[in-house]
């Protein structure tokens, strides 16, 4: 009788993990197709599973990722932000700016960061008090964003002329690239406060239900303002570590579909856009599985004009597939 | 005697869990018939297996006579069987007749929508169950009646011959009640429908059903005729006793106190037009009732106390400081509690557990450092889960896995994490069951004891009469009276209520 149940138990214990991590299997899934499909290219089973491949992949999408952290946030508490890519433009060519004229990288950082959790800030609070969508405001911003960068600059781009702000990206800890370092730990703090701190909870309460939370004595407008502020926060981090590594930022291309990748990154890794759900965890592996989307498909040489259609295929798969085990269970 | 409906011996389970045990019931033709009991008692199983819902593991269902087992909905309506949810299904930016044909839409050939011929159809409808409303009319004008009716009017249209009416009162008060019991009436002595109506409010199943049956724990108990030989009719609490299996509704909650000084005085409060120019004072471990019938303004009274509401004039006094909560932040940190009405919408936060919504007013309170203490929370939920004797599995739990009346718990308890001084409590006991009900009026009782000064605005004049210390009536944003507890009779607060004087 006892084994019974325990057998019994772990079953089910088996079927919750699988529908609390099914995200887990899909990302080991993507990385299987993947190899498979280099492995038939190239005839080397493990060209796409060296370490060095998987170093690449995340140093190549550690800005969109950096980024699709604060987006989950914003996502979570109920909105959307269309305009990260051109507001990460904005921000690097103030940053730049401040470099070149202070002589000061500190003095950048500070900029980056400041302006980057301002604009968004504004953002949130055109958004609550105007109680328009979120997806208009932050459409209209990106336009207004895009066209400040190109106007300033004059359609060209800005460069850094002290080669030290280089280094922020451009350094290496043992084989980990600085890039990649800065993503976990913008992870690893994104996560406590989704889960340890008092904003966080709000965050996913708004979310959820705003009347509710609105009810329950918290100012529900200051909580959507903060989630937006997160997202800035990881802007600026974004122009940053971008700036750095290119050494330059094009006032019309940097940044470009940046926006529908970070949204696409963090609904693949399961924060729904119906707000109040959606783990910090998974979508971290929701980032990287749209990493490894991006860099096989380079690797593989498919057609750049079709690149974002078999990624789109990909993106409305994997989510078509979280959602039915959702339902499922 | 001709049986619209016969279920026999029907059996339910799931997952191991035997949800109907054997359970009769014979519904005659042309009556109003209630079906009672607590949540969790089988009713809606029941139903649903009526409806073709869900299947059945055991048992016969004879509608008119004729065995029939329905694997959908939409076999069961054919059959006749119309089933209106306790949820509004209407839809608020279409009229009133295109709400009537929602997904039946007449047409006249190629497609277009033939408006006309639905506007008469729906007069017609209306007409012969004697209903005044304009099918012109945009949906989101009407009121609750209205829109209630309006699903009740569908089921006439495709000539239902029974009608399962799943609460639909919940949310309608007094006059609206009635009304909607008298298109009910005129549906089955006018049209020979039969009507099996499931409800929480026992006043309303005496008083114009004419059978109950009572189901508890998923067994029969019994099916009585409303009027006695006698021709006195049966009493509630008789009822209840059935539903519970123990006398409750006789149960005295009501304790008398001392009063503490006052805590609340409001002067001369105007709302908009919704609440005009009322006065009244609270005092700590004072239960102040406010009732009236819809649209009284007793709602936008409390949302100004508040800080929901925004008052156009007056003044609110809270321990000898004039206050102006802006927002319900404002009255939070001024020691104002609110359990809204419409739990739904107003109180749940699906996507949290149990322990999440009960701690989400006093998240502050477990913070070390910037780090929320998750064994701070699991403490206080594991205490009030106790006092208040929640029923659930794991804290863990969503909290929409639980039933109504505990879900009412959980969203009291956050409130009573946060020791406000002031309380106020908006329709309590709303969608929940007789048991949970008597449990909720002893821990307002309790937490007035405690000197916490307690507003209850309640539709029910049964409610507030049971545990109230004063009672202020309102009549389209006036005060029109204020009855002490030995001035409290459902005539005295229905005459207040209706504009009327007590005249002395």
Redesign the interface.
């Known amino acids: 009788m006892e084994t019974e149940i325990r057998i019994k138990s772990s079953a089910g214990g088996f079927r919750q993990f699988t529908k609390n991590h099914g995200i887990i299997f899909i990302t080991i899934g993507v990385i299987v197709a993947a190899t498979i499909a280099v492995w038939i290219k190239n005839g080397d089973p493990w060209s796409f599973l060296a370490a060095q491949n998987f170093i690449n992949i995340l140093r190549a999408n550690s800005v969109t990722g950096v980024i699709a952290f604060g987006m989950a946030f914003v996502i979570i508490s109920g909105n959307i932000d269309l305009s990260v890519g051109s507001q990460m433009t904005l921000v690097g060519i103030i940053t730049f700016n401040v470099i070149n004229v202070t002589g000061s990288i500190l003095a950048g950082l500070l900029t980056a960061v400041l302006s980057g959790v301002a604009l968004s800030m504004i953002c949130g609070f055109i958004v609550t008090k105007g109680a328009v969508p979120s997806f208009i405001i932050t459409l209209g911003l990106s336009y207004i964003y895009r066209s400040l960068s190109i106007f300033s600059l004059n359609s060209g781009g800005i460069t850094v002329g002290d080669k030290a702000f280089q280094a922020i990206s451009n350094t290496s800890l043992g084989p980990i690239p600085l890039p990649i370092l800065y993503f976990f730990i913008v992870f690893l703090l994104y996560f406590y406060i989704s889960k340890y701190t008092v904003m966080g909870r709000r965050i996913y309460a708004v979310g959820s239900n705003q009347q509710a939370t609105r009810l329950s004595g918290i100012n529900t407008n200051w909580v959507k303002i903060q989630a937006f502020a997160l997202l800035g926060l990881t802007v600026g981090l974004a122009a940053v570590i971008e700036g750095s590594r290119m050494n330059s930022i094009n006032s019309s291309s940097t940044g470009n579909g940046y926006d529908l990748n970070t949204i696409a990154m963090a609904v693949v890794g399961g924060i729904a856009m119906e707000g109040g759900k959606g783990s910090i965890v998974n979508c971290l592996f929701g980032i990287i599985i749209l990493a490894v989307i991006n860099t096989s498909m380079t690797i593989l040489g498919v057609n750049v004009y079709l690149v974002n259609a078999i990624k789109g295929a990909i993106i409305i798969f994997a989510v078509l597939l979280l959602r039915s085990r959702g339902k499922l269970n | 005697m001709e049986y619209a409906l016969e279920m026999r011996g029907i059996n339910k389970s799931f997952s191991g869990t035997r949800v109907l045990k054997d359970v009769d019931i014979s519904v005659e033709k042309g009556h109003i018939h209630a079906l009672v009991g607590e949540n969790g008692a089988g009713k809606s199983t029941l139903m649903n297996i009526l409806g073709g819902v869900l299947p059945m593991d055991s048992g016969q269902v004879l509608l008119f006579g004729e065995e029939v087992m329905f694997s959908s909905p939409a076999a069961a309506q054919e059959k006749g069987i119309a089933f209106v949810h306790q949820e509004l299904n209407v839809v608020n930016d279409l009229p009133v007749y295109e709400n009537m044909f929602l997904g039946h839409e007449l047409r006249k050939g190629r497609g277009m929508i033939d408006a006309r011929a639905m506007i008469t159809q729906t007069v017609d409808v209306f007409k012969r169950i004697h209903v005044d409303v304009d099918p012109k009319a945009m949906v989101r004008d009407l009121d609750a009646t209205s829109k209630q009716i309006i699903e009740i009017a569908k089921s006439v249209l495709f000539h239902a011959k029974l009608i399962i009416l799943d609460e639909p009162t919940t949310s309608l008060t007094g006059f609206e009640v009635e009304n909607v019991f008298n298109v009910m009436r005129n549906l089955t002595s006018d049209q020979g429908v039969t009507i099996l109506f499931i409800s929480h409010k026992l006043g309303e199943v005496v008083e114009f059903c004419d059978k109950v049956t009572v189901l508890r724990n998923g067994e029969l108990v019994d099916t009585c005729v409303m009027t006695k030989a006698d021709g006195a009719l049966l009493a509630q609490s008789d009822i209840a006793r059935m539903m519970v299996g123990k006398n409750v509704l006789d149960v005295e909650v009501y304790r008398k106190r001392e009063l503490g000084e006052v805590i609340l005085s409001v002067e001369g409060l105007h709302v908009g037009s919704a609440v005009k120019g009322v006065s009244f004072e609270l005092h700590k471990g004072e239960i102040l009732g406010i009732t009236g019938l819809l649209g009284d303004g007793k709602n936008e009274l409390v949302g100004a106390l ?1 800080g ?1 509401e925004h008052p156009t004039a007056g003044t609110i006094t809270k321990d000898g400081q004039t206050i102006r909560p802006k ?3 404002d ?3 001024l020691g104002i ?2 359990l ?1 009405t419409n739990r739904k ?8 557990s149990v322990t ?1 919504n009960m701690t ?2 006093t ?2 309170d477990y ?1 070390s450092g ?3 203490v998750r064994g701070r929370e699991t403490k206080i939920a594991e205490q009030f889960k106790e006092r208040l004797n929640i029923k659930v599995e794991r804290l863990s739990d969503l909290i929409v896995s639980l039933s109504g009346g505990n879900q009412q718990k959980v969203v009291l308890a ?1 409130w009573l994490i ?1 020791k406000p001084d002031i309380m106020i409590l908006s329709n309590p006991t709303q969608g929940v069951d007789v048991g949970a009900k008597n449990e909720i009026y002893h821990l307002i009782m309790e937490l007035a004891q405690e000197g916490v000064g307690i507003i209850v605005t309640s539709g029910e004049a049964q409610e507030v009469q049971k545990i109230c210390d004063r009672v202020l009536v309102m009549y389209h944003g006036d005060m029109t009276g204020e009855l002490e507890r030995e001035e409290l009779s459902e005539e005295s607060i229905m005459i207040l209520s209706t504009g009327g004087s007590l005249g002395q």
């Open positions: 508040f929901d927002r319900p932040a009255a939070r940190k509690g609110l809204p919408e107003n109180a749940i936060i699906p996507a949290l999440d989400i007013v998240l502050e913070v910037f780090t929320m956050k946060a």
